[in-house]
């Protein structure tokens, strides 16, 4: 596979938020990237927990009551019990799915996609040694909160692996990490209103100078504090998407995540925003 830079140069790559799900298809199931594969995402974004074993599974932390409808935490219970529990689908029914290790979804997009492997700091170390197990060190991208800690842990454990921190509102850290023995690949920057500076053209060419990314998110986790300004799915969906996802890539964001990965491609195609 090409590098996650160069695929960016010759189109605005899309990342599949947990896969794609509805109906009695669960996010962050085999079946949900399965989907997205065939959908055409550049990018499959996945969630990793830890069991009360260190054994590395699929599953967003925190969301066990909605997802599995239990009330234990994954990182709670050891692997053995885990591998028994079944997700629930959109109406709290349970269905087949099980929750993949994070060997099992590497193993199916290894050369298919890009695979954002979000909560990377729940185990820094592990999940760095699963992605080299599997030859997947240039095929991943690893986020952390923009932390100093962070930082120092990814350039002593995996300095190696393209990296991007989370950015909310002011990037106060690319310049130093342009400096850091770290795979500095760009940012995933929240924006709360189109002024704040990591939305401003300026600080979008600044990053495209250094050679710098930028990750803007369509998906809405809370519709009260939306992550991109509000040029989200749902208004692309409901009403307007040449006011969200047309906005997004116009204003220069490389990498969209969406929830809604099939009519997002084809509006950015149809649209002749898709290529570069």
Known sequence: MQTIQESAKQRVLLAAHRGVAGGNIPCNSIAS???ALNQGADIVEIDVSVSADRKLFVFHPGMERPHLNIPTRLA???AVEIEKLVFTNQDNVPCTD?????DEVLDLLKGKAYVNIDKFWTAVP???ECVRRHGMQND???KTSADKKWFDMVEQIAPELPYMPIIRSTDRVSEELLGRKINFIGAEVLFYNDADAVASPEYIQWMHDHGLLLWANAIVY???EQIAAGHSDDVAMV???????GWLVDRGFDIIQTDWQLPCRMYLEATNRRYR
């Open 33 to 35: 990237y399965e989907i």
């Open 76 to 78: 709670d219970m050891p």
């Open 98 to 102: 099980k929750i993949a290790t994070l």
């Open 126 to 128: 592990e999940i760095t």
């Open 140 to 142: 991943v991208i690893v």
């Open 222 to 224: 809370n519709c009260k």
């Open 239 to 245: 009403s307007d998407p040449d006011g969200s996802w």
